[in-house]
């Protein structure tokens, strides 16, 4: 019997397979799922992956408490065996084993291409990749990627009281999330990131949408302003309410130095990405910046992780850009001339 958006569904997730990750006949294709998440769409990618004659597996499994290293005791020991043997890793997980030692195994073999893609379902996979115009947003992503590669200084506001500074090196990478073909990991499309020069961050990180990070790092919405005091990269203080009192006593918990330190930023630009439950769609918000502290990819550093426990995520909405002293985002939106031309393809 057909179901809920069962065409759309399929769609996204042949636009997925083929389009983005260009799955090829004879290769392996992973697919995690934690029991919690959405396995309709699951089920739809390994279809997608079987007609392009990939070998599919669908590995699903108990939902661990908790991202990155804390998910390790709750993972059967053939997951942990396989995920860096394969040659496509597709984790819908919503508690995440990004940021795992599977992952980082996974990420720096020079084999598999891991596409985390946590929590998205139905409507969310359709909306994210199904509905979007590829060609329009890569022309934006691309010109906005050069733009922060070529810069030296960054400075980011909001009007929650975001007010941060940092140095850009031009030795680290700038992540451009909108092809998937090449091995090492990538997320959903719609995000730019890269890792500041810590000792170079300073200011206050004022985040106004959503904090997460598994367990009681989960905050969801924020009924108000959270804040981070960082200087030289590392957190000082957390100001706030309630809801920052429950963040402090989970970073207390986790006992490990090295959460405190900053991992990346990230500029949030697909156009179809509402503010919800899902935190990989969360990031992507449209004029939004989104900041991670913690366990910190080679993705971001550019040689070996920074270990961490986990990795908590922070969003900041309708964000103020300036690089190397120009602006280029007021408010969330893109006021620089060639990207203000860009965003109008996508609607913006």
Not at 153 to 175: H, L
Not at 220 to 237: A, C, D, H, N, S
Not at 306 to 317: E, F, Q
Request: with cysteine; proline share 4%; glycine share 10%.
């Amino acid at each position: 019997m057909p179901t809920y958006k069962d065409l759309e569904l399929a769609r996204a997730s042949y636009k997925l397979m083929h389009d983005l990750i260009d799955v090829k006949k004879g290769e392996s294709v992973l697919i995690t799922i934690d029991s919690v998440a959405d396995f309709r769409v699951a089920e739809e990618l390994a279809k997608a992956a079987e007609i392009l004659g990939g070998k599919v597996m669908v590995a699903w499994h108990s939902t661990p408490k908790g991202y990155g290293a804390l998910t390790m005791p709750y993972l059967p020991e053939p997951l942990i065996a396989g995920a860096a043997k394969t040659d496509v890793w597709v984790e819908l997980n919503e508690q995440w084993l990004l940021y795992s030692p599977i992952w980082d195994e996974a990420v720096t073999n020079g084999r598999t291409r891991q596409i985390q893609l946590g929590g998205l379902g139905v409507d969310r996979i359709t909306r994210c990749i199904g509905d979007t115009d590829i060609t329009s947003l890569k022309a934006f992503q691309d010109t906005l990627t050069g733009m922060t590669r070529a810069a030296h200084k960054g400075r980011i506001t909001n009007e929650a009281g975001t007010d941060v500074s940092f140095d850009i090196s031009p030795t680290r990478p700038v992540t451009n999330e909108i092809n998937y073909a090449t091995p090492g990991v990538h997320f959903l499309l719609g995000q730019i990131g890269w890792a500041p020069v810590e000792e170079s961050i300073q200011g206050v990180i004022a985040f106004d949408g959503t904090i997460s990070g598994g367990g009681d790092a989960d905050l969801g919405f924020l009924t108000e302003p959270l804040k981070y005091i960082v200087q030289e990269g590392r957190i000082r203080e957390i100001k706030g309410g309630r809801q920052a009192d429950i963040l402090r006593a989970y970073y207390k918990s986790l006992n490990d130095d090295n959460m405190y330190i900053s991992a990346h930023v990230c500029y949030g630009v697909l156009p179809n990405a509402q503010l919800g439950e899902c935190t990989v769609e969360n990031e992507r918000v449209w004029g939004s910046t989104q900041w991670g502290f913690g366990h910190q990819g080679s993705c971001f550093s550019g040689g070996e992780p920074r270990v961490a426990v986990s990795h908590i995520d922070g969003i900041c909405l309708n964000c103020s850009v300036w690089l190397d002293g120009i602006q280029i985002l007021d408010k969330g939106t893109y006021i620089e001339p060639k990207l203000a031309e860009l965003a109008k393809k996508l609607g913006k």
